[in-house]
Each structure stands twice: as structure tokens, then as C-alpha cells.
């Protein structure tokens, strides 16, 4: 390979992982808050986007964080802040403003035990539900989830395409063990993965319609700086991005929103299956417990019992095409959690009453181990 092309074997940090994506990705604006256990996201990018001519800022907060990535999408930049459980709490109203523009941006959560300050070191999956509804009124998002190391980088990757492609902010779910365990991974060269960038107008200025409908429901996005003027709300708006009260309007608006993703299902939609194809008993996991049920089914094949993972890497819109085939083959499934069950709702909401669920539960701020995970497969 020519010099600059090479492979990079590294011993990182999920956490570090994440900041290294982001990069690849195209990523030249950052601005967040410092927050355990997501601080070194905020640390690798402070030292990496000012070597690239990008730009890392400090804010007071993580509202203003919010605000700050917002106003650099607008301007052009893939922008990316993270945060943990409290300051997620606090992106809430600028990240639905985010949604009604359709500006393209990262959100890395990384979870921790919560409410309120909870226990900062601990790792927990409590955010699920906050990442989809988190901010009010009808919204499409995408949120996905990280397990290892390896996919904190190449997942970030996806979080930015997606988010490009549709012009949505897309959640990135770590959790603190994710984000603290060291793996050594081989990071690609450029332009070896793909790096998708957001439609941008072909038409003069003066022709430009920012939020006109077409077939995939994404319209061209101008930035700010660069002869296209238009209006920029966080009121349902016109196709010119002016205020309206016109009931036709209002209503296709808020579908072209939803529709865009809907036609985007076959491309958001992923989740990683784990022997499978015979698989009687099922496991359905994301995050770092996903990684405990890979080892706990790897070793339940051993004692005999045909056990298999569907791991879930898009969380929300919720993959049901691909769960629903689970709950069709296998006669029991187990969905293992760091919190109450929140995705182990969204799996019984599609049942149908064709297999049996079980929940298993952690919120003690441990880990879930994979002999916890085999035993109650076992017990299945």
C-alpha cells in the first residue's frame, strides 16, 4: 500500500475508538462538557481535530453543546458532542430542534447508573427509552448501539452516514464498559469504508427550496456561508422553512419526516445474528451484554443446548423485522438488561404470544457476566 494507506493496528479505548471514527468519518467540529464516563471522547478529539483544521470547543454545558453542533451542521461541518446520562437529560429540547430542521449530528451517550447523579463509574442501559423519546412531539431518530471496541469505531462510522443520508441525529448508546475496556483493533485505511456525505443543492441559489419534498424525502441541504439564505426554525415550517398554520402543510410535513426513514429501513435496520440457524432457545441483546450473551450461547451449544444471539445494533426505529423471526423459531427467548426491561417491552409489544419471554435484569451497577446469561438460559 502507498504511504497513508496502510493499516493501523491500535490498543485503544472504546471510548477512544469512538473519537477515532468520528474522525474517519469526516467529523471537524465538536463541542461537549465534560461527563464521566464519556470524558475521554472529549479529550482524544481536543488534541486530534486542531492537527486536521477542525475545531474542538469546551462549552459551559451540554444545552449549549447541543446548540453548538447544531449551528456548525448548519454551516457544513459533521459535527459530533458526548455526554453521559445528566447532560443527555439537558440535550433534550435542542436535539428536537435538531429533528424538526433535519440538521444532520452525533449524540454518543455513554450510560451510566441512574436517575440523577446515580453512580457516575457504573455501567448501566437505563437511556434506551430517553434516546427515542427523549424530547416531546412526534419525531423519527436512530439510535444505535455499541458492544466492543471494535464496533465503538466502525458503528460511530454507520452513526455519521446515517445521519448524513437522512438528515437526522443519530444516538450513539455506549455504556461505561464499552467505553473503558482496551482492545487492540485494526483501524482501516482512508477510503477503505465507505464516508457518505449529506445532499447538497445542484441549483442556483436563487432556485434553492430547503425542505421541498422528492422520493426519498431528503432535501438538498445548502450550508449557511455559501450564497444560500434561507430560514432555519423550530416551528413547523413551510418548504421555504417559514412558519405555517396550514393544516396541509403541517401534516405533510410531519409525514415527509417519518417517510424518509421508513423508506430507509432496509439500510438502518441492522443487527448482528450469532448461530442461529437452529437456535431453539433465543437471546436478544445489545451494548456491552450483548457481548456476555455471545460467550454464554457459545458455551450453552456446549452443554447441549441450542442456544443463539441476535445481537440488536439499531435499537430504534426498532428492527422488528428482524426479531420477529426469532420469536417465530425459537420456543423461548431471553433479553438481558442493565436496567428494568425496557427493550425486552419493545420485544413483547411484537410477540404475538408465540414464544415465551423472559427478562433478565441487572441494575445493581455490575456487570452482566456471561455466567449469569448462561444460567439463565439454562434454566429455560
Given at each position: 500500500?502507498?504511504?497513508?494507506?496502510?493499516?493501523?493496528?491500535?490498543?485503544?479505548?472504546?471510548?477512544?475508538?469512538v473519537a477515532e471514527g468520528a474522525i474517519y468519518?469526516?467529523?471537524?467540529?465538536?463541542?461537549?462538557?465534560?461527563?464521566?464516563?464519556?470524558?475521554?471522547?472529549?479529550?482524544?478529539?481536543?488534541?486530534?481535530?486542531?492537527?486536521?483544521?477542525?475545531?474542538?470547543?469546551?462549552?459551559?454545558?451540554?444545552?449549549?453543546?447541543m446548540g453548538a453542533i447544531i449551528g456548525a451542521s448548519l454551516a457544513g461541518l459533521k459535527s459530533m458532542t458526548a455526554t453521559s446520562g445528566p447532560g443527555f437529560s439537558l440535550m433534550q429540547e435542542n436535539l428536537g430542534y435538531a429533528c424538526i430542521a433535519e440538521t444532520p449530528c452525533v449524540v454518543v451517550n455513554v450510560m451510566r447508573r441512574g436517575p440523577s447523579t446515580g453512580l457516575p463509574t457504573s455501567p448501566a442501559q437505563g437511556d434506551v427509552m430517553q434516546?427515542?423519546?427523549?424530547?416531546?412531539?412526534?419525531?423519527?431518530?436512530?439510535?444505535?448501539?455499541l458492544s466492543t471496541v471494535e464496533d465503538s469505531f466502525y458503528r460511530t462510522i454507520d452513526a455519521f452516514n446515517l445521519s448524513e443520508t437522512y438528515r437526522v441525529p443519530v444516538i450513539l448508546l455506549s455504556d461505561e464498559i464499552v467505553a473503558h475496556t482496551r482492545e487492540i483493533i485494526t483501524l482501516p485505511p482512508p477510503g477503505q469504508i465507505p464516508v457518505k456525505d449529506r445532499p447538497l443543492p445542484t441549483m442556483p441559489p436563487e432556485w434553492y427550496i430547503p425542505f421541498v419534498d422528492n422520493p426519498q424525502g431528503v432535501p438538498p441541504m445548502a450550508p449557511f456561508g455559501e450564497g444560500y439564505r434561507y430560514h432555519v426554525t423550530g416551528l413547523v415550517h413551510d418548504n421555504r422553512g417559514f412558519p405555517t398554520q396550514k393544516t396541509d402543510e403541517i401534516e405533510a410535513f410531519t409525514r415527509r419526516l417519518f417517510?424518509?426513514?421508513?423508506?430507509?429501513f432496509g439500510e438502518i435496520m441492522m443487527t448482528e445474528p450469532y448461530l442461529m440457524e437452529d437456535a431453539e432457545v433465543g437471546v436478544i441483546a445489545y451494548g456491552s451484554v450483548a457481548r456476555s450473551a455471545r460467550k454464554a450461547v457459545f458455551e450453552a451449544r456446549k452443554r447441549g443446548i441450542k442456544a443463539g444471539l441476535l445481537?440488536?445494533?439499531t435499537l430504534f426505529p426498532f428492527p422488528r423485522s428482524h426479531v420477529e423471526p426469532v420469536l417465530s423459531q425459537c420456543r423461548a427467548?431471553?433479553?438481558?438488561?442493565?436496567?428494568?426491561?425496557?427493550?425486552?417491552r419493545e420485544v413483547n409489544r411484537i410477540n404475538r404470544w408465540e414464544t415465551e419471554i423472559e427478562k433478565h435484569n441487572r441494575i445493581d451497577g455490575q456487570f452482566m457476566t456471561p455466567d449469569e446469561i448462561l444460567d439463565a438460559i439454562a434454566d429455560m
Open positions: 500500500m502507498s504511504p497513508g494507506k496502510v493499516e493501523s493496528r491500535r490498543l485503544l479505548q472504546g471510548n477512544e475508538a468519518a469526516g467529523c471537524r467540529f465538536f463541542a461537549g462538557y465534560p461527563i464521566t464516563p464519556a470524558s475521554e471522547i472529549s479529550e482524544v478529539l481536543a488534541l486530534q481535530l486542531p492537527r486536521i483544521d477542525g475545531t474542538f470547543i469546551q462549552m459551559e454545558d451540554e444545552i449549549a453543546g434516546a427515542r423519546w427523549g424530547t416531546h412531539g412526534d419525531h423519527p431518530i436512530i439510535v444505535l448501539a417517510r424518509k426513514i421508513t423508506l430507509g445481537e440488536l445494533v427467548v431471553l433479553v438481558p438488561e442493565m436496567n428494568m426491561g425496557q427493550i425486552s
